[in-house]
């Protein structure tokens, strides 16, 4: 029996993805994790202690440590992390050990809202609803340069908008769980959408989920 309402939220970098899972979560009282930063925490935790990005048996150990209730976005949004981290995802001894803490942490009631790259096609592939969004890189890099402007720091736009190319290459490339929408995923391009606009098309489909649930 199924006890937990579970929205598959995927997409690439900068998408707006984030911002619209949090929403949905509020919304329904539903638990949120992004998975983006279970994968940055192990990068961290490698930086921290020194240890080597390319060493799966060390970086699977890490990952086996990884508390999910301890994950501080403020910590873990740092650019070098989000570099590391893209390193490590392509591992699949990590993505196993990470997918088995996000499936449970999916199970909990009423629902949840889980957000990445994967959850659609591999960690969630049941949900009952799954959202793809994206935006071209164009738009994407345009709001990741105006967030670390916004946010008082300096930034060249044509190197934000190669690192959103780079990682979309090392998203998509991967061989395991590569970045891909699910087959029944809806498909959202906010590239020319509000936030909120998105956030209402997305709740038409929940709701319309949630009735036949
Ligand atoms: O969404 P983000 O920038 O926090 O993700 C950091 C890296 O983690 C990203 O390059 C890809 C990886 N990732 C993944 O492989 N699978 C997920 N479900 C979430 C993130």
Known sequence: MTTSFII??????????????????????????DTGLTYRAV????????????????????????????????????????????????????????????????????GTVLDGRDIGTVVCPDAPVKLYVTASPDVRARRRYDEIIGGGAAADFDAVFADVKKRDERDMGRADSPLKPADDAHLLDTSEMSIDAAFQAACELIDAALKKD
């Open 8 to 33: 598959a939220i995927d997409g690439p970098a900068a998408a707006g993805k984030g911002t619209l899972s949090r929403l949905i979560a509020a919304h329904y009282g539903f638990h949120h994790l």
């Open 43 to 110: 990068a961290k935790a490698l930086l921290d202690a020194g240890l080597p990005l390319d060493d799966e048996t060390v970086a699977e150990r890490t990952s086996l440590d990884i508390e999910l209730a301890g994950l501080d976005r403020s910590v873990l949004a740092q650019h070098q992390i989000g570099e590391a981290a893209s390193k490590i995802a392509v591992m699949p001894a990590v993505r196993r050990a990470l997918v088995a803490a996000q499936r449970k942490f999916a199970a909990r009631a009423p």
